[in-house]
């Protein structure tokens, strides 16, 4: 997921991806530890 579009007007476009990452690299770690557990 490419979030370089159009960003809304109003907000950075450091901003914007600040928080989008950081959900992003949460969920990463939230599925790679349950493909993990399901490994095992």
Known sequence: ???TATPPPGTAPDGAAGPQAAAMQLREVAFG???AAAVR
């Open 1 to 3: 997921m490419t979030t």
């Open 33 to 35: 530890a349950a493909r």
